[in-house]
């Protein structure tokens, strides 16, 4: 079966500072890999996926994740961050039709 | 263009007591999951279903059951709850069934057993 651990539960960054969540997963062939975004009292929101192709993949807000299959990582990134990007991030890889999570990592913006 | 809505977003209720938890989504997909959110545990399916009238069980279904009678609903209910089952609960939808479809998820039911 597959799995995916998120190792840090909390980032915590300054506003307009650079951020990376980290994301692995355990699976060695072909995977889809999804970063989801929660915010307060919300339900999840796609930010991005990698399916095939580039390697990095760019979504919404200016995040963006690169796929590495040797590390077997997916690792998200942006390169400024504002005080609304605090919110709950979830990483998942496909497993057929189903999603199997992290355990999230919660960034935590700072003024 | 309601997309998933789940009811009641808050629920208490007393152990051993049964409990319904709805989700309705306007778009006819034909999968629908539901999960559990715990913290330091993420999101574990609950139960999942490809159809209606096809159900199956997911990570974590103890405690509880479904049905999908029609497609646009997806009721969840726990039978006799318990304090362990005070969690956040979210639907999610599949527009395209296939590897690497997009999960569309409601916004919740907070569930407090007491």
């Known amino acids: 079966a597959q799995s995916v651990t998120q190792l840090d539960s909390q980032v915590p960054v300054f506003e307009e500072a650079p951020v990376e969540l980290r994301c692995n997963y355990s699976?060695?062939?072909?995977?889809?890999l999804f970063w989801y975004v929660q915010y307060p009292n919300q339900g999840l929101q796609l930010l991005l996926k990698?399916?095939?192709?580039?390697?990095l993949v760019k979504g919404i807000n200016g995040f963006e994740a690169e796929f590495n299959k040797s590390q077997t990582s997916f690792h998200l990134r942006k390169p400024s961050v504002h005080i609304s990007d605090t919110a709950e991030y979830f990483c998942?890889?496909?497993?057929?039709?189903?999603?199997?999570f992290g355990t999230g990592t919660l960034l935590a913006v700072q003024p | 263009d309601a997309g998933i809505t789940q009811s009641p977003r808050y629920k208490i209720t007393e152990t051993g007591r049964q409990v319904t938890l709805m989700c309705h989504q306007t778009w006819s997909h034909s999968y629908m999951f539901w999960y559990r959110q715990d913290l330091g545990h993420g999101l574990r399916l609950i139960y999942y279903s490809a159809a209606a009238d096809i159900t199956d069980k997911g990570e974590v279904p103890d405690g509880y059951v479904v049905s999908r009678s029609k497609t646009e609903n997806f009721p969840l209910t726990l039978e006799s709850a318990t304090r362990s089952q005070t969690s956040v609960y979210f639907c999610a939808s599949i527009h395209a069934p296939g590897q690497g479809a997009e999960q569309y998820f409601g916004p919740g039911t907070r569930l407090t057993v007491t």
């Open positions: 998942a890889v496909s497993e057929g039709n189903k999603l199997i």
């Open positions: 699976s060695s062939v072909s995977v889809y």
């Open positions: 990698y399916l095939s192709g580039s390697t």
